[in-house]
């Protein structure tokens, strides 16, 4: 599942460019999706899923526990106060808040929604290691479908860039990559009957 250059993320129509303006901008990724039918929706595709497109593998899941071990020992994991406590959902127009699908701040796993559209979602979470939203984004092809996974993070501190730094070798060639493969299985069992009436 390739890394792809933002250009090409940055060049679609979606909210989270103005939204989240002025927020780093980590990676993207895409993932090529078989086209069952045309009109299928990011939104569609999440409720046939149950809200899990992304189904960690056993060794996805085992980084993730000694992750969280050592975050609790830590103490990197509770949300930070004050200014560093600032929700992206805080800049919500009533607009945006008007479309969308999901509450906002829902729980999803690990984070909280802040806004789901019919082809968009922007989840985040914070801690005292980073404020990282999640963006997914899906675009239909004249032959396929395509996923974006693209991940922004903001500084919460000085932390930050080391703790980045650190699991980007683990997210880049482990977690994504199986995250992404996941996605493909899940929209193929989803997709690969006939629609429901």
Do not use: C
């Not at 990197?76 to 699908?101: C, I, K, M, Y």
């Amino acid at each position: 599942m390739p890394r792809i250059l933002p250009r090409e993320f940055e060049r679609l129509p979606l909210r989270v460019h103005q939204f989240l303006a002025g927020v780093p901008l980590h990676d993207v990724w895409a993932v090529d999706l078989p086209r069952a039918r045309s009109g299928i929706t990011l939104d569609e595709f999440l409720r046939a899923a149950d809200g899990r497109p992304f189904r960690p593998s056993m060794a996805v899941r085992a980084l993730l526990s000694i992750r969280f071990f050592v975050g609790g020992l830590l103490g990197w994991d509770r949300e930070p106060d004050g200014r560093l406590a600032e929700t992206f959902a805080s800049r919500l127009t009533p607009t945006d808040r008007s479309q969308t699908l999901t509450p906002v701040g829902a729980r999803e796993s690990l984070f909280r929604t802040v806004y789901r559209f019919k082809n968009e979602q922007l989840l985040e979470m914070t801690n005292r290691t980073a404020h990282a939203a999640a963006v997914s984004a899906l675009v239909e092809t004249g032959t396929t479908y395509r996923l974006y996974f693209a991940v922004y993070v903001r500084s919460v501190g000085r932390l930050t860039p080391f703790y980045m730094a650190l699991i980007d070798p683990f997210r880049r060639w482990i977690v994504y990559p199986s995250l992404l493969r996941s996605v493909r299985a899940t929209w193929n069992r989803a997709f690969s009957r006939p629609a429901r009436e």
